[in-house]
């Protein structure tokens, strides 16, 4: 007869995670940038302290388990206390990304009811903008000490972060609940309509930070060190402020300097051995240290995810810096990775080109996410490596709805991620294109995905981007947009010749369109939308 284990029942909560990196790593580093550009320097233990004085503070303000606190912060110490002091005491943490419109930052503001909101003082002229229309928050917390906190003209009840957490006690008792409850909220870019909630538990984030220490994830340990600049407005820095304490690895946060020279500096003067964060920072980083013959002495390994990272850039890393590129996929309703791609043991064998395209993958599942791929008539696809078909997952950390939604967007109890992607024998998955953003040409799929890691090998072009515009015989044909880096030359007809040598001769986009910039959002991805809207007429 079955019978369940006789083992104690506790559950995953937040403030066990850092007590834990406290008492067991309580001598590890965290490294701030503050928004006025010193570094701070403290340790974990300093953190779990000051982490239950802003519990206390926020209870002074009459805040209880279940109020929700914002933030639209940069990643710093301050914003790293408050992802403990705020879910640890029961309530949700809110972080709001500052790249959304105004008029998007309210709406989620409300939306999400929150009582405080914590910024950093690079957002004072925005807060000035909203507060006014966001009646419920009571109080704005500056994250700086009185010196540095601005005064906003209009803005009742700011106070400084110093100021009000100094008289505070460090003695807290952090409540135990169930580990189901609601510990953090992000709400999606917002692209199309209002940005939609994922409200995390505490199990959640604690499952996936775990994972994030696997060797197959990122590998953390007390020897790494660890610079997330993924922003932690965005998807939790990926979990990276909740798996480094756990792991005992040191943490660096860049705060709001986050250009390739800033990055790279910080990386060298505090040994940073691993690095995340999307495609155009990186692009950025190595830009910077090519420009000044520089070498990473530290760096070994960098996590990418967001969007695709195209193999030049991959090439790059890997055999001219001796840095390993981890390509990942996760998006805000699996709360982080939902998968990681690392070279096998027989790629020690294989050239380098097909270890490129291998990390160019985003990899297999992190155990406790499944994934399919579906036709559109919801039958499952062959893990064959070439049916393409929309990329479904599940798992212990994936939204099962959004908060406050009104219907649950699962389909037979999998999450309909809007990528097309194949996913091959042994597992390993790779997103060929967002379903909105697939181009058809005359009833075949061209990936825009692919032509733009093609443009980019080429020397002259620092980035690229593809749409599909409408055409009156192929119903879609591919628009080239290219970004030169500084300094080159390259006209349509070179561009078009180097890719007609690198893909299908009918992938060739019909036309290139040579930009200063590409638009890009609040997560730091390309937004096509606005291409669209602007290129997105007719060919003739």
């Not at 990304?97 to 002229?125: K, M, S």
């Not at 996936?208 to 197959?216: D, M, T």
């Not at 020279?261 to 910077?288: D, F, N, R």
Request: charge should be negative.
């Amino acid at each position: 007869m079955l019978q369940n284990g006789l083992m104690m029942d506790r559950p995953l909560l937040l403030s066990d995670v850092i007590e834990h990196a406290a008492q067991q790593f309580g001598r590890a580093e965290v490294v701030s940038r503050e928004t006025h550009g010193a570094l701070f320097r403290y340790t974990y233990a300093e953190c779990a302290v000051r982490a239950r004085k802003l519990a206390n503070a926020l209870a002074g303000l009459g805040l209880k388990p279940g109020s929700a606190v914002g933030s639209i912060a940069w990643n710093n110490h301050r914003h790293l206390e408050a992802y403990y002091g705020v879910s640890g005491s029961g309530m949700v943490m809110h972080t709001c990304n500052p790249r959304l419109h105004p008029q998007q930052l309210i709406y989620i503001i409300n939306h999400a009811e929150d009582e405080v909101v914590l910024f950093d003082a690079t957002f004072a002229p925005l807060v000035k903008g909203i507060a006014a229309h966001c009646p419920k928050v009571r109080t704005w917390v500056c994250l700086a000490d009185a010196g540095h906190t601005p005064d906003i003209e209009g803005v009742a009840n700011v106070l400084a972060y110093e100021t009000l957490i100094e008289p505070c006690s460090d003695a807290f008792e952090w409540p135990s609940f169930d580990e189901r409850t609601g510990a953090a909220l992000c709400y999606t870019s917002g692209t199309t309509g209002n940005p939609k909630g994922a409200l995390y538990s505490h199990r959640s984030i604690v499952l996936n930070a775990l994972s994030g220490c696997l060797p197959g994830v990122l590998a953390l340990a007390p020897s790494q060190t660890i610079l997330p600049v993924v922003p932690m407005f965005h998807i939790n820095a990926w979990c990276v402020p909740y798996a480094a304490p756990i792991a005992g690895a040191k943490l660096v946060l860049p705060g709001p300097m986050l250009d390739g020279k800033s990055l790279y500096e910080l990386m060298e003067s505090e040994a940073v051995t691993i690095s995340a964060g999307v495609p155009t920072i990186w692009q950025a980083l190595l830009g910077h240290v090519e420009q000044n013959k520089l070498k990473f002495t530290t760096m070994r390994c960098t996590a990418v995810g967001g969007s695709a990272m195209p193999q030049a850039l991959i090439a790059r890393f890997m055999d001219e810096y001796n840095v390993e590129v981890r390509h990942g996929w996760g998006m805000t309703e699996t709360t982080a990775v939902a998968t990681m791609g690392t070279l096998s043991p027989e790629s020690a064998a294989w050239t380098p080109a097909q270890r490129h395209a291998l990390i160019a993958k985003q990899g297999k599942s992190v155990f406790g996410v499944e994934i399919k791929i579906v036709d559109e008539n919801g039958a499952t696809l062959p893990r064959d490596g070439s049916a393409q078909g929309e990329l479904m997952v599940r798992g212990q950390w994936i939204l099962a709805s959004y908060f406050k939604g009104e219907r649950s967007p699962l389909v037979d109890g999998w999450f309909p991620t809007g990528d097309i992607a194949t996913i091959d024998a042994d597992g390993v998955m790779q997103i060929r294109d967002r379903t909105k953003d697939v181009i058809k040409t005359g009833g075949e799929w061209i990936s825009s995905i692919d032509l733009e890691s093609a443009a980019v090998g080429h020397p002259a072009v620092a980035m690229a981007a593809v749409i599909g515009v409408k055409h009156p015989k192929w119903d879609e044909r591919p628009l080239l947009f290219i970004v030169r880096k500084p300094g080159q030359s390259l006209e349509k007809e070179e561009m078009l010749a180097f890719l007609a040598e690198r893909v299908a001769k009918w992938w060739v986009p019909d036309d290139v369109v040579f930009l200063e910039s590409l638009p890009v959002g609040g997560t730091g991805k390309v937004q096509k939308a606005d291409l669209r809207k602007d290129y997105g007429g007719v060919f003739s």
